[in-house]
């Protein structure tokens, strides 16, 4: 039985496992699919705070995971494959693994959508992105391609224009998802040109380790052509890591959990951290923020059962 578990192990579950492990609730942090989370994924962040030379993502990642450690944090690898929030003990399942908890912290993260492409696995960090606001500062007078036509494609195009010499907004269909005015103020931009209906098949050039160019394919004429570009950001939405929530912990439409009071989940002694409850902000420091405020109020809550 453990006093407090943490399903996820990126910036929000580290912090939150900070914090326990500081309040002696000797935490148990379950890694998931992805240990580490989205910064394990990056290169240089350059925007969290107490860096000013910046800092490699997985190394900001490894150093929090060892100040987790030394504080008493327990750490195990897999994922959860579900998870039984009717009553306490909480029971948590992952593979063969079983596990009982008092209170749970859940920051299991959300996951970029990508576009299933080999050679945008190989370059992501590398010119391919998934946040405009961690890479755009890399891309200074760069041409560039955002992938995209939701709101957040509008969004990261028009505020890459700060910093690239064009920016291509590029979508497989000719009508937007986007609402109107996000539309209208890319359009308005003059360094934001639209290329549609086109997809991508493939960005060159992995043996480089850099984008130099990609090959587009027109999806109503099936015509291919190769553009020159020097950084791709995939901008097609992301998925919260809730399936094993769905029916227990209550979400909006898109599946991120609904918090309230701070971290607080429709279930007591469920709380939620990180970008599996923020799909707005989703930054390694509001991520972080939000970890701590989980494992405090996981503290309170726990303090109030024994009371
Ligand atoms: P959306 O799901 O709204 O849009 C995803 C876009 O990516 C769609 O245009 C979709 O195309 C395209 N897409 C999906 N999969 C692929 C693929 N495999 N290949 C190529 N294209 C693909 O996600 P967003 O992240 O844009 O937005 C999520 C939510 O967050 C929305 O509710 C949005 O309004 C909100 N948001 C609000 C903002 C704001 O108000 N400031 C900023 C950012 C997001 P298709 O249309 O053809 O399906």
């Known amino acids: 039985m453990h006093k407090v578990i943490i399903i996820g192990s990126g910036c929000a579950g580290l912090t939150a496992a900070i914090y326990a492990a500081r309040a002696d609730l000797k935490p148990l942090v379950l890694d998931g699919y992805e240990p580490g989370g989205q910064l394990a994924l990056t290169t240089m962040v350059e925007n969290f705070p107490g860096f000013p030379e910046g800092i490699l993502g997985p190394e900001l990642i490894e150093n929090t995971r060892k100040q987790a450690q030394r504080f008493g944090t327990e750490f195990r690898s897999g994922a959860v494959t579900s998870v039984d929030l009717s009553k306490r003990p909480f ?43 961690c890479d755009g500062y890399f891309f200074r007078n760069r041409d560039i391609l955002v992938v995209g036509g939701g709101d957040t494609a509008m969004e990261e195009a028009t505020f890459l224009t700060k910093f690239a010499k064009s920016v291509t907004i590029l979508h497989r269909r000719n009508e937007f998802r986007a609402t109107r005015i996000m539309l209208d103020r890319a359009h308005a931009n003059e360094k934001i040109k639209f290329l549609t209906p086109y997809v991508i098949d493939e960005v060159h050039d992995v ?68 970008d599996v409850q923020d799909h707005r902000y989703r930054q390694a420091v509001t991520a972080a923020g939000s970890g701590c405020m989980a494992a405090i109020d996981a503290e309170k809550f726990l303090t109030g059962l024994k009371d």
Request: glycine share 12%; net charge negative.
């Open 91 to 133: 029971k948590i399942e992952a593979g063969k693994e079983s596990y009982e908890c008092e209170a749970l912290i859940v920051a299991a993260g959300a996951s970029a959508r990508m576009l299933g492409i080999e050679s945008e696995g190989h370059l992501l960090g590398h010119g391919v992105s998934t946040c405009a606001t």
């Open 207 to 274: 043996t480089k380790k850099s984008v130099e160019m990609v090959t587009v394919r027109n999806v109503d004429t099936n015509e291919k052509k190769t553009i020159a570009t020097e950084g791709v950001f995939v901008a097609i939405g992301h998925d919260p890591n809730t399936k094993v929530f769905q029916g227990q912990l209550k979400m909006d439409d898109a599946g991120y959990l609904l918090t309230d009071h701070g971290s607080q989940t429709n279930v007591e002694g469920v709380f939620a951290a990180g």
